[in-house]
């Protein structure tokens, strides 16, 4: 087993052309920081055309998420400091030019980190909105049948292992990583059955950054909606070969987001 360094795909704030020094912690990720990271900002991405995911959201601490309803996001815990009033976090909008005179700003009022989360597994965060965001919400998965094939990343992050972020968003697709060849690139670092692994191994080039983390991993259902499985977690680098991006697998947690996000209401 390996003693492994988790890179958390954090992302700065955003406009920053820098990111901060890392911060390394055994066992738990190097931090992208002013945030942990993870892969593409998307490195290896293209531009999103404007309205092809509403429901993608910038958070003001350089983070990445997806409206689960249109008053609350879903991030990764990773992303903030824990739960409980929080009306720091600025959630952009409706646009996938950040500087856009079209985007849609709003306030957190509420934070709900994952019961439990200490940096290992459990990666995920709700954030609950001053106002409610007119825009279609992502669909979350709740069994493991969409946790295989070809998924879609998308974000604001680094478009280069230790880069600038991106003023558009970019998007890229992976395709699906069996726990067994993740654990390979990883050892004990990957918690199975909580996380879900997606890259190129053979070649690298594509994968979310600094900045993407709290984004959402997702792919066509049967009836051809998008639906999430990942939320952006951590990985070695960025789009290095033999090391995929490691994302919460949404299945796993999504009786418990259910849960949390009706406890907030909205």
Same mark, same amino acid.
């Given at each position: ?6 890179v958390?795909?954090?992302?700065? +704030? $955003?406009?920053?052309?820098?990111? +901060? ?6 066992g ?19 531009? #999103? ?18 409206l ?7 991030? #990764?815990?990773h992303? $903030? ?10 959630? %952009?909008? *409706? ?10 700003? !709003?306030?957190? @009022? ?10 290992v ?15 279609? @919400? ?6 493991? #049948? ?6 879609? !990343?998308?974000?604001? *992050? ?9 003023? $558009? ?6 395709? =699906?990583?069996?726990?067994? %060849?993740?654990?390979?690139? =990883? ?10 692994? +997606? *890259? ?5 080039? !594509? ?15 049967? #009836? &051809? ?6 939320? !952006?977690?951590? &990985? ?9 991006? $490691? ?18 209401? &909205?």
């Amino acid at each position: 087993m390996r003693n492994f360094l988790k890179v958390l795909r954090r992302c700065t +704030a $955003v406009g920053a052309v820098a990111l +901060a020094a890392f911060s390394l912690q055994p066992g738990t990720a190097q931090a992208h920081d002013p945030e942990p990271r993870p892969g593409p900002g998307v490195i290896g991405g293209t531009p #999103a055309a404007q309205g092809e995911f509403p429901w993608m959201v910038r958070l003001s601490m350089g983070c990445g998420g997806a409206l689960y309803t249109q008053q609350i996001v879903l991030t #990764a815990a990773h992303c $903030v400091s824990g739960s409980g009033p929080n009306t720091s976090i600025t959630v %952009t909008a *409706g646009v996938v030019d950040l500087q856009s005179s079209q985007a849609v700003k !709003v306030k957190s @009022t509420h934070v709900l980190q994952a019961p439990g989360y200490n940096g290992v597994g459990k990666d995920w965060a709700l954030i609950k909105l001053a106002r409610p965001i007119n825009l279609p @919400t992502l669909k979350t998965a709740d069994t493991t #049948a969409y946790n295989q094939g070809t998924f879609t !990343v998308a974000g604001w *992050g680094a478009t280069s292992e230790g880069g600038p972020q991106s003023r $558009v968003l970019l998007k890229a697709e992976v395709p =699906y990583v069996d726990d067994a %060849t993740c654990e390979g690139a =990883y050892g004990g670092s990957l918690t199975p059955g909580e996380e879900i692994c +997606a *890259g190129f191994m053979d070649t690298g080039g !594509v994968d979310t950054c600094q900045g993407d983390s709290g984004g959402p991993m997702f792919r066509k259902d049967d #009836a &051809g909606a998008w639906i999430q499985v990942g939320i !952006v977690s951590w &990985g070695q680098g960025c789009a290095r070969p033999g090391y995929p991006g $490691v994302y919460t697998e949404v299945s796993t947690f999504a009786s418990a987001i259910r849960s949390a996000a009706a406890s907030l209401g &909205g």
